[in-house]
């Protein structure tokens, strides 16, 4: 057996996706020393509908990243589709957020992001899985066990990791940190299409008149987000609820793209490139808690995608912003109660920035289970501009605060007045271990992404 290598840090981040790359960029700009381990190179693909929000423009401004560099497209705002109604909505210009989407491929993007991460000064580690956490006596996460590229086992340690390791959220589940089955999950398929027609629309395309077989509309929207580089991202996402009925997603599709116009080019298999992929979206906290002594969860790892919409970039980026300011603050004290107290900050102000507007996003996606409420929003909302104006501005989480005008106003005295729910979630108790020896993990399997 190969000999094990030992590297210590301040934290660990596992993966290295957007919300991944965030976080370590953040730590290391704040002058932290920090380690990025991610199982594939780069490039490599993700699932994803490549559209960035402005939630999520916003949080690349932050780090400096240059959006009009070659790469990025830019897109005005949202196209809805519905019943034979179709109504262009730009973004809303407010104080906190651009008035503009960006889209790019998620293969160029992760690789971007990290790139950034490594130059202010992360050390990134590719082609290296994440196989279990390490924990010491009191069962405190105290580093991870992986595996690198030539197959030698490595020991990462530090006071804190950083599981943004995605929807399978391994090293949550490693500590007892389990889904929360009665949360939203959605699931979504795309695939790339040569599109000459679409490829630089101004607008992000989505029809929410998504039908199953028997024409019943889905609680869910399909979409076609313009590359720029003669390719659009078509797929589609739908809420997972036992009252909607099971679903083959591949079929969904292509029944979806036999209704666009002819000229598209989306109905033609021919012209599309790569295999159609798919994956689940963990939605509104389905897991908690987001913090366990010595491990964070951001993003997907956190069930952090946002139940009205499907958004989960924004949300990673922002949440691991967080996790890294926090992390900064509680490292430049002891070990101990007081650091630990620092810690514990983390949960608590994503619960107070997420947990009412996440409260009602549940609150929408059951609404959307029931056939009633589907066919009301599809049906007469896409009508009227200024109901589909507050829509957006509530489903894609785009208000000022202080409110700017009446919408704002009534948006946030909504989410406001909306009861907080739990935020701690149930976990297994972690069994105390000894501390692992250089090479030998201690805690139940769980792989980083």
Not at 250 to 268: E, F, K
């Amino acid at each position: 057996m190969s000999a094990s290598r030992t590297t210590e840090a301040q934290v660990i981040v596992v993966g290295a996706g957007p919300g991944g790359s965030t976080a370590a960029y953040h730590l290391a700009r704040q002058g932290l020393d920090v380690v990025v381990l991610e199982k594939a190179r780069f490039p490599r693909e993700k699932v994803c509908g490549d559209g960035l929000t402005p939630r999520a423009v916003q949080q690349l401004v932050r780090m400096g990243v240059d959006t009009t560099a070659s790469g990025w497209t830019r897109n005005r705002g949202l196209r809805f589709v519905s019943r034979g109604h179709t109504l262009e909505m730009d973004w809303p210009e407010c104080g906190r957020f651009p008035g503009y989407g960006l889209t790019r491929a998620r293969d160029d993007f992760d690789d971007l992001l990290a790139r950034h991460a490594a130059a202010a000064g992360a050390r990134l580690h590719t082609g290296t899985k994440v196989t279990r956490p390490l924990l010491d006596r009191a069962g405190r996460v105290v580093g991870v066990l992986a595996t690198g590229e030539d197959g030698r086992s490595e020991t990462f340690t530090a006071p804190l990791v950083i599981a943004a390791d995605g929807v399978a959220g391994r090293l949550a589940v490693a500590v007892g940190i389990e889904r929360l089955k009665k949360r939203p999950l959605g699931t979504a398929v795309r695939r790339y299409f040569r599109s000459p027609a679409k490829h630089q629309d101004a607008y992000l395309e989505t029809w929410l008149d998504l039908r199953r077989h028997d024409g019943r509309i889905l609680p869910g929207y399909a979409w076609i987000f313009p590359m720029g580089d003669g390719r659009v991202n078509v797929g589609l996402g739908v809420l997972n609820d036992s009252r909607t009925g099971s679903m083959e997603m591949s079929g969904l599709l292509d029944a979806w793209l036999a209704r666009t116009p002819v000229a598209w080019g989306l109905r033609d298999a021919g012209n599309a490139e790569g295999p159609l992929r798919g994956a689940a979206l963990p939605m509104g906290f389905n897991r908690l808690p987001h913090y366990r002594p010595g491990l964070m969860l951001i993003g997907d790892a956190g069930g952090m995608v946002n139940p009205c919409n499907g958004e989960g970039i924004a949300y990673a980026m922002e949440s691991a912003e967080l996790a890294a300011e926090v992390a900064a603050q509680a490292l430049a004290r002891s070990a101990g109660p007081s650091r630990d107290r620092a810690m514990e900050h983390y949960p608590r102000e994503m619960a107070h920035r997420l947990g009412r507007y996440y409260r009602v996003g549940r609150g929408f996606s059951a609404l959307m289970a029931r056939p009633a409420f589907t066919a009301l929003v599809t049906q007469n909302a896409v009508r009227s501009p200024r109901a589909m104006r507050f829509m957006v501005r509530l489903l894609s989480n785009l208000t000022d605060a202080p409110a700017s005008d009446v919408m704002d106003h009534v948006i946030n005295t909504v989410v406001r007045l909306t009861p907080a729910g739990t935020t701690r979630g149930a976990a297994r108790p972690v069994t105390a271990r000894t501390p692992a020896p250089p090479g030998r993990g201690e805690g139940s399997d769980g792989r980083g992404d």
